[in-house]
């Protein structure tokens, strides 16, 4: 490019730079209005779901300041007495720390790298499967224990398992065999908590997976095969490349919850011979909480893990941006 037409390139942006600014201001109130007005329905849509975590979400964290009070619901916050990080302390200092550390860490662990890799094969096999009928049929089975509260799916469990009562003990003591303690052995809870997180919520998650890889240009397995791949080969080549992003996004958001596993799932499979390893920081809460009334304490032990799981995703997403890879933010 000559240095002549490089100055006329410069020319041309002046004058539109020019006419820009000289546009009258009621012209570009105008112009601003009709964009607003176009994309009003959807502005619309959008209150809802800001309404939503306003209410839910932003305005509740103002409770947080009782975690460093000794708070009395009488004088309320304006009332109560500051102690600083007393909670805190108490809460490091208890004897049962360490332990309800260790379960929820546990059962997060098993969590992440047994519940999370669930969807994502389901998905995976879902996509290699060309009987449209059977693909949907098999779809809609699997993501319909989603719906299912965990009341049902524990009850469920119970009639099944139960030490006396439980149909499958009923059978192996008529056959001659040793029944199975399921519900109250220690070893088989944490096993039994996964599979019942399996069995209730992959094939829903796996819903993500699938429509990310409903976006997948067809042409890129039609050069696989070209190339001479077989069906792994695409699948591996093609297929997990096309959910990377997904994948780290939803691991990343997954962190954040570390410490918190699900109070109502964990307490309805508790009871006093499994409380070894079925104790955790959210069943802790609402006996200490809701049952005590220590809601100062108990506000400090819900803070500190937002904290621990706030800091996992900072951590996560950095790593993630520093890979190359896209990140929550």
């Given amino acids: ?14 004058e539109s730079v020019v006419q820009v600014a000289a546009a009258p201001t009621g012209a570009l109130q105008k112009s601003a209005w009709k964009e607003w007005k ?27 300041v009782i975690a460093f009070q000794d708070y009395n619901p009488f004088a309320g916050i304006t009332g109560s007495e500051w102690v600083g990080f007393a909670h805190f302390e108490r809460l490091f200092g208890e004897a ?8 929820t860490l546990i059962l997060s662990a098993l ?11 389901i998905a995976v096999v879902l996509n290699e499967v060309r009987m449209q009928w059977f693909k949907k ?32 003990n009923k059978a192996l003591a008529s056959s001659g065999l040793a029944r199975l303690e399921i519900m109250t052995d ?6 039994l908590y996964v599979l019942q997180n399996v069995w ?9 997976f699938l429509a990310a890889l409903a976006s997948v240009d067809p042409t890129l397995y039609e050069a696989a095969v070209v190339d001479g791949a077989n069906r792994w080969k695409q699948m591996w080549h093609v297929t997990l490349p096309a959910l990377r992003s997904t994948i780290i996004i939803l691991f990343i958001l997954r962190l954040g919850h570390v410490m918190d596993i699900g109070f109502e799932h964990i307490y309805l499979l508790q009871n006093s011979l499994n409380l070894s390893v079925s104790d955790v920081f959210d069943t ?11 809601f100062s304490y108990t506000t400090a032990v819900g803070l500190f893990k937002s904290v621990i799981g706030l800091v996992l995703i900072m951590i996560a997403n950095r790593w993630s941006k520093k890979t190359g890879e896209e990140g929550v933010y």
Wanted: no cysteine.
């Fill in 1 to 14: 490019m000559s240095n002549k037409d490089l100055q006329e390139g410069l020319n041309v942006q002046q």
């Fill in 38 to 64: 176009r994309g009003f329905p959807l502005y619309v849509m959008v209150i809802p779901g800001l309404l939503f975590f306003l209410i839910f979400r932003y305005l509740p964290m103002g409770g947080i």
């Fill in 96 to 103: 049962d720390f360490w332990s309800l550390l260790g379960n």
């Fill in 111 to 121: 969590n992440l790298f047994l519940f999370f890799p669930a969807p994502i094969l």
């Fill in 137 to 168: 049929f098999v779809q809609t089975a699997i993501y319909m224990p989603h719906f299912l509260s965990w009341v049902v799916v524990v009850g469920i469990t119970i009639v099944l398992f139960a030490t006396q009562e439980g149909a499958v």
């Fill in 186 to 191: 220690p070893d088989y809870f944490r096993i």
């Fill in 200 to 208: 209730k919520e992959a094939g829903w998650n796996a819903v993500i």
């Fill in 284 to 294: 802790y809460v609402y006996r200490t909480g809701v049952l005590q009334g220590e």
